[in-house]
């Protein structure tokens, strides 16, 4: 019977606990939810109806929140935009992920949305293997300035460029 020494144990040990966090991405953008899980990340497509910002003082809309299972978005009047979701890379090699949103209006839980605007990407992050990150990014849509009452709804989308990506 062969018997284990201090030094193969711990290099076994390491080993084990190497490949059961080898999917976790070693920075602070882990953010865990209740049970000790990942929180969601935004998935392509996801589509939300808008939620309105008043002003206190008049009383006037000031912008328009989004939220997506996995990610949050606002429009303001001025047409500045702000996405902020957690993207998963399923891959070891490495792609370039893109968070890009529009705009448009529909009916009540953005049905038969007719799309005002095309998509803007706000985010441009590598990532490799196989981790998840949050994506923070934004832009400008000049042509909602001043036009935000008719925005009822917002579609993101997720692409990737390189080697790395999903086919």
């Given at each position: 019977?062969?018997?284990?020494?201090?030094?193969?144990?711990?290099?076994?040990?390491?080993?084990?606990?190497?490949?059961?966090?080898?999917?976790?991405?070693?920075?602070?953008?882990?953010?865990?939810?209740?049970?000790?899980?990942?929180?969601?990340?935004?998935?392509?497509?996801?589509?939300?109806?808008?939620?309105?910002?008043?002003?206190?003082?008049?009383?006037?809309?000031?912008?328009?929140?989004?939220?997506?299972?996995?990610?949050?978005?606002?429009?303001?009047?001025?047409?500045?935009w702000n996405i902020k979701g957690k993207v998963k890379?399923?891959?070891?090699?490495?792609?370039?992920?893109?968070?890009?949103?529009?705009?448009?209006?529909?009916?009540?839980?953005?049905?038969?949305?007719?799309?005002?605007?095309?998509?803007?990407?706000?985010?441009?992050?590598?990532?490799?293997?196989?981790?998840?990150?949050?994506?923070?990014?934004?832009?400008?849509?000049?042509?909602?300035?001043?036009?935000?009452?008719?925005?009822?709804?917002?579609?993101?989308?997720?692409?990737?460029?390189?080697?790395?990506?999903?086919?």
């Open positions: 019977m062969a018997f284990i020494n201090k030094k193969q144990l711990v290099l076994v040990l390491f080993l084990v606990s190497s490949i059961s966090f080898a999917d976790y991405p070693a920075s602070n953008n882990l953010n865990m939810g209740a049970g000790n899980t990942f929180e969601s990340t935004i998935s392509k497509g996801a589509t939300s109806a808008s939620t309105k910002v008043m002003k206190i003082s008049d009383k006037t809309l000031d912008k328009l929140e989004f939220k997506f299972s996995g990610a949050s978005a606002w429009l303001n009047k001025q047409g500045d890379h399923n891959r070891i090699r490495c792609g370039n992920y893109q968070l890009g949103i529009k705009f448009g209006a529909g009916k009540s839980g953005c049905d038969e949305v007719v799309w005002k605007t095309d998509y803007q990407y706000g985010t441009n992050v590598k990532q490799c293997n196989s981790s998840t990150l949050e994506h923070i990014g934004g832009g400008n849509f000049y042509e909602l300035a001043d036009n935000i009452s008719t925005i009822t709804c917002a579609k993101v989308d997720v692409r990737c460029f390189g080697n790395g990506c999903s086919k």
